[in-house]
C-alpha cells in the first residue's frame, strides 16, 4: 500500500526560503507521479507542483520561477523547494501520488486523478 508523508512545513518570513519533502514508501515501479497542492480555510485545494516517473516536472503560475520539486529516488523523497515565499503561498501544503501506465505520462492537476495523499504541513508565510 501506498503511503506518503509531508514534513518540513513552518513559520518564515516573507522572502524567505523552506523545503518541504514528501517521504513515499509502497510504490512498486517508478511508473508514477507526485504532485503537491496546498489549500486555505474556505478555499478549494489547489495544484502547486508535479514530478513523473520520468522527472519531468510542472508547476502551476503562481509559483514558477520561486519552487522547485525534485525526487531522491533512492531514498524515495520528493521535495518541494520554496522561494522567495509570500503571504499567499500560505496553506497547508499536501503531497499526493498516482500510479501510471508510463514513465513520460503528463502530469495531471486534478486532485481527483491522486489516488493517495499525505496528511499535510503547514506553512505561515508572514510579514
Known amino acids: 500500500q501506498v503511503q506518503l508523508a509531508e514534513s518540513g512545513g513552518g513559520v518564515v518570513q516573507v522572502g524567505n526560503s523552506l523545503r518541504l519533502a514528501c517521504t513515499t514508501s509502497g510504490f512498486t515501479s517508478g511508473k508514477n507521479q507526485v504532485a503537491w497542492f496546498r489549500q486555505v480555510p474556505g478555499k478549494e485545494r489547489e495544484w502547486v507542483s508535479c514530478?513523473?516517473?520520468?522527472?519531468?516536472?510542472y508547476y502551476s503560475d503562481s509559483v514558477k520561477g520561486r519552487f522547485t520539486i525534485s525526487r531522491d529516488n533512492v531514498k524515495k523523497i520528493v521535495f518541494l523547494s520554496m522561494d522567495g515565499l509570500k503571504p499567499e503561498d500560505t496553506g497547508v501544503y499536501y503531497c499526493a501520488a498516482r500510479t501510471t501506465l508510463s514513465f513520460r505520462q503528463t502530469c495531471t492537476s486534478a486532485s481527483s486523478e491522486f489516488r493517495y495523499w499525505g496528511q499535510g504541513t503547514l506553512v505561515t508565510v508572514s510579514s
Open positions: 514530478i513523473n516517473g520520468a522527472d519531468t516536472t
